[in-house]
């Protein structure tokens, strides 16, 4: 027996480890189109663009050869021809599987109408992160595209740095779409009290330089001088290489929930996944995601009893100047936002939907987030 993983990050990585924790020993094997060793993302926005910290690898080489886990790093997945099991690869050869997992995550999203200046840049990879503290180093000025989490992140990274931001975000507030306008107003404020030129409202029309980016040209027409800027509006899932395979995508790869596709032998993990909730498709694209979604689609997949199920209640953070931004529970825009504490920096919010105690969200607040956990579904 054979287990392909398509995909060298944190779902792919765990996928590897759960099937020999429960015991499978079969052969695995694990393609991931970056040279780098399996490694941690969530620090490339923050220490690593810092400077605090250069290695996110999860595990050295011994460790997958002690595990007997096959890596074929730099290796692009192209195509899979699920008739004969077959992965087909970039560089002309292919691999056989009986078991394949997809775990491509997502690349970023671009502005195709801008156009191809040097000093422009999206984050991502460890590369990417690499580039922009390289680029740091002899920036005066940066404007960030988009006020999601990782711009947010990006700005309070270059003001750590010294350089000069300007971010520009086409909705009402940072982080609208996801924490709603009264929390994104709160984490807008903490940026600007750190010196950000935050514009909400505007989007970007287009880029002028000669060969490097000078100015970005807003959309309400203002030219705003930038050494480096970086486009941070969000991802898309990593799924053109399976056009053609009959296996069934949308927003992601669909599944069902246990991560097992339209195809009997093909399941999928991580970012790139929408796992069926209910009759919908969803993907979720949390970091905490993965443990829970690998503790569910690796014993089904191997057919083996997954033990007692445990509520899950999503988490995720985000580290922003000296403050850790936390979720737990599932916020929505149509939520009742109700402020439990705010001191001007730190706060306190729980989300309210038909009575029911959705999602509590706190900046500086662990211990207050985190005692909530229990709470989370119960009529508020």
Same mark, same amino acid.
């Given at each position: 027996?054979?287990?392909?993983?398509?995909?060298?990050?944190?779902?792919?990585?765990?996928?590897?480890?759960?099937?020999?924790?429960?015991?499978?020993?079969?052969?695995?094997?694990?393609?991931?189109?970056?040279?780098?060793?399996?490694?941690?993302?969530?620090?490339?926005?923050?220490?690593?663009?810092?400077?605090?910290?250069?290695?996110?690898?999860?595990?050295?080489?011994?460790?997958?050869?002690?595990?007997?886990?096959?890596?074929?790093?730099?290796?692009?997945?192209?195509?899979?021809?699920?008739?004969?099991?077959?992965?087909?690869?970039?560089?002309?050869?292919?691999?056989?599987?009986?078991?394949?997992?997809?775990?491509?995550?997502?690349?970023?999203?671009?502005?195709?109408?801008?156009?191809?200046?040097?000093?422009?840049?999206?984050?991502?990879?460890?590369?990417?992160?690499?580039?922009?503290?390289?680029?740091?180093?002899?920036?005066?000025?940066?404007?960030?595209?988009?006020?999601?989490?990782?711009?947010?992140?990006?700005?309070?990274?270059?003001?750590?740095?010294?350089?000069?931001?300007?971010?520009?975000?086409?909705?009402?507030?940072?982080?609208?779409?996801?924490?709603?306008?009264?929390?994104?107003?709160?984490?807008?404020?903490?940026?600007?009290?750190?010196?950000?030129?935050?514009?909400?409202?505007?989007?970007?029309?287009?880029?002028?330089?000669?060969?490097? /980016?000078?100015?970005? %040209?807003?959309? $309400?027409? @203002?030219?705003?001088?930038? &050494?480096?800027? +970086?486009?941070?509006? *969000?991802? !898309?899932?990593?799924?053109?290489?399976?056009?053609?395979?009959?296996?069934? /995508?949308?927003?992601? %790869?669909?599944? $069902?929930? @246990?991560?097992?596709?339209? &195809?009997?032998? +093909?399941?999928?993990? *991580?970012? !790139?996944?929408?796992?069926?909730?209910?009759?919908?498709?969803?993907?979720?694209?949390?970091?905490?995601?993965?443990? $829970?979604?690998?503790?569910?689609?690796?014993?089904?997949?191997?057919?083996?009893?997954?033990?007692?199920?445990?509520?899950?209640?999503?988490?995720?953070?985000?580290?922003?100047?000296?403050?850790?931004?936390?979720?737990?529970?599932?916020?929505?825009?149509?939520?009742?936002?109700?402020?439990?504490?705010?001191?001007?920096?730190?706060?306190?919010?729980?989300?309210?939907?038909?009575?029911?105690?959705?999602?509590?969200?706190?900046?500086?607040?662990?211990?207050?987030?985190?005692?909530?956990?229990?709470?989370?579904?119960?009529?508020?």
């Amino acid at each position: 027996m054979t287990i392909v993983i398509v995909g060298a990050g944190l779902a792919g990585l765990r996928t590897a480890q759960e099937v020999r924790k429960l015991g499978y020993d079969g052969e695995v094997i694990l393609v991931g189109d970056e040279q780098h060793l399996p490694y941690d993302r969530p620090p490339l926005s923050k220490e690593v663009l810092r400077g605090e910290r250069e290695d996110t690898t999860f595990e050295n080489e011994e460790y997958f050869a002690e595990h007997k886990i096959e890596l074929r790093l730099g290796s692009v997945a192209v195509s899979v021809d699920p008739a004969t099991r077959s992965l087909h690869l970039a560089d002309g050869t292919s691999v056989k599987y009986d078991d394949l997992v997809v775990a491509t995550g997502l690349r970023p999203r671009r502005l195709p109408s801008l156009p191809d200046l040097d000093g422009v840049h999206v984050l991502r990879s460890r590369d990417d992160a690499e580039a922009l503290r390289r680029a740091a180093v002899d920036t005066n000025h940066v404007v960030v595209v988009g006020a999601g989490f990782i711009g947010c992140e990006l700005a309070s990274g270059f003001r750590h740095l010294g350089v000069s931001v300007t971010v520009l975000e086409p909705q009402d507030t940072p982080l609208a779409s996801v924490l709603g306008t009264e929390v994104g107003a709160l984490i807008g404020r903490l940026h600007l009290v750190e010196g950000v030129d935050l514009r909400t409202g505007v989007g970007v029309d287009t880029l002028r330089g000669t060969g490097r /980016v000078t100015h970005v %040209v807003a959309s $309400d027409g @203002t030219e705003i001088e930038a &050494d480096t800027v +970086v486009v941070g509006i *969000g991802s !898309v899932p990593v799924i053109d290489w399976l056009e053609g395979s009959g296996i069934e /995508v949308g927003n992601g %790869v669909h599944a $069902d929930a @246990t991560g097992r596709t339209s &195809d009997p032998n +093909v399941w999928t993990v *991580g970012d !790139v996944a929408a796992w069926t909730a209910g009759d919908t498709p969803k993907r979720v694209e949390h970091w905490s995601n993965v443990g $829970d979604q690998v503790r569910v689609m690796v014993p089904a997949l191997l057919g083996v009893d997954a033990g007692a199920s445990r509520p899950v209640v999503p988490y995720f953070w985000s580290d922003q100047y000296d403050l850790k931004i936390q979720a737990l529970g599932t916020p929505a825009p149509g939520d009742s936002v109700e402020i439990q504490e705010d001191d001007g920096r730190k706060f306190l919010a729980y989300y309210v939907r038909d009575g029911i105690l959705t999602a509590v969200v706190g900046a500086g607040k662990a211990g207050a987030v985190m005692k909530m956990r229990a709470k989370i579904g119960q009529p508020a």
